[in-house]
């Protein structure tokens, strides 16, 4: 079991090529586009959820941040769907790859500070040094706030990693020790089994809840910047 604990986050091949484009592009399918007058009800909820979260993440923005909109709830969706997806037995979640989690960070990132320096240019710099600093603390503190601003994508990579493995870890390891218990007692490994149950239906409440956390800081972001 040790042996192959960390199996499910190797990247999958097909032929000795990789399918991580395929399996990014999945979600896709999920959230069809529908040309008919009256939708059905699934894709009227997705609808309903989705102009709901915008209502709600939008709301603090001025024009230029709303201009973001369709961005951010793609984001959504897809880091939603995706580590959804990778609560299946023998799939694979891209989101606990770092790599593509700093791939989604970083540009967004620089996209909000960009527009920053572009817009507000006084107030973006005016964060590298609060008012009232003392004389000899401004070199130190410039060095830290550049410091804490360039932090800012990689916590939100690390965040999303981190959340997503650590599920994933716990759902392989009490599995494991489920079958484990299977043959020395039944009573033990029911209540295991419960456990892995409950852990489950956790792991799909985090799975949407750091797609949430992990757009909304992004919009937080955008808002400081515009």
Not at 17 to 37: A, H
Not at 77 to 102: D, E
Not at 118 to 145: C, D, N, W, Y
Request: glycine share 4%; proline share 5%; no cysteine.
């Amino acid at each position: 079991m040790n042996e192959n604990l960390f199996a499910s986050f190797i990247t999958p091949t097909m032929m000795g090529l990789p399918v991580v484009t395929l399996i990014i592009m999945f979600p896709t399918i999920l959230f069809p586009s529908s040309n008919r007058l009256i939708n059905n009800r699934l894709i009227a909820i997705q609808q309903w959820i989705l102009h709901l979260t915008a209502k709600q993440m939008m709301s603090i923005h001025n024009h230029t941040g709303q201009k973001w909109s369709l961005m951010l709830m793609s984001l959504i969706l897809f880091i939603g769907s995706t580590n959804l997806l990778g609560l299946l037995p023998h799939s694979f979640t891209p989101t606990t790859q770092l790599s593509m989690n700093l791939g989604m960070a970083i540009p967004l990132w620089a996209g909000t500070v960009a527009l920053g320096f572009r817009h507000k240019t006084k107030a973006s710099l005016a964060h590298f040094l609060p008012q009232g600093t003392p004389v000899p603390l401004i070199p130190m503190l410039i060095i830290i706030e550049t410091i804490s601003l360039f932090i800012q994508p990689m916590a939100l990579a690390v965040r999303l990693t981190a959340n997503i493995t650590a599920g994933h870890l716990l759902i392989h390891l009490i599995g494991g020790a489920t079958l484990a218990l299977l043959n020395i007692s039944m009573l033990t490994s029911f209540i295991t089994f419960i456990i892995l149950v409950l852990l489950t239906i956790l792991e799909f409440a985090v799975a949407l809840i750091q797609a949430y956390v992990f757009t909304l800081l992004v919009s937080l972001y955008l808002h400081d910047n515009t």
